[in-house]
């Protein structure tokens, strides 16, 4: 599984990640991508991320293996 630490730094890698809403909270819709969606979601929610369409929402983080 790769996990997402998030970072100051802005490096070459990016992810991209669906978010939708079901029953009112935040989900990762990813597919078959492997994340840690915990702490990803927690700073995305924090972010104020709500998964309506066309919503983008651009942070920082360092894809770790």
Same mark, same amino acid.
């Not at 070459?12 to 990813?30: C, D, P, R």
């Not at 990803?40 to 929610?45: E, H, K, R, S």
């Not at 709500?50 to 929402?57: Q, R």
């Given at each position: 599984?790769? &996990?997402?630490?998030?970072? +100051?730094?802005?490096?070459?890698?990016?992810?991209?990640?669906? *978010? @939708? %809403?079901? $029953?009112? &909270?935040?989900?990762?819709? +990813?597919?078959?991508?492997?994340?840690?969606?915990?702490?990803? *979601? @927690? %700073?995305? $929610?924090?972010?104020?991320?709500?998964?309506?369409?066309?919503?983008?929402?651009?942070?920082?983080?360092?894809?770790?293996?």
């Amino acid at each position: 599984m790769a &996990k997402v630490k998030l970072t +100051s730094k802005v490096d070459s890698e990016v992810l991209v990640v669906g *978010l @939708a %809403t079901s $029953n009112k &909270k935040l989900q990762i819709e +990813s597919g078959a991508a492997q994340i840690d969606s915990a702490s990803l *979601l @927690a %700073t995305l $929610n924090a972010m104020g991320a709500t998964g309506k369409a066309d919503e983008v929402i651009k942070l920082p983080a360092k894809i770790q293996n």
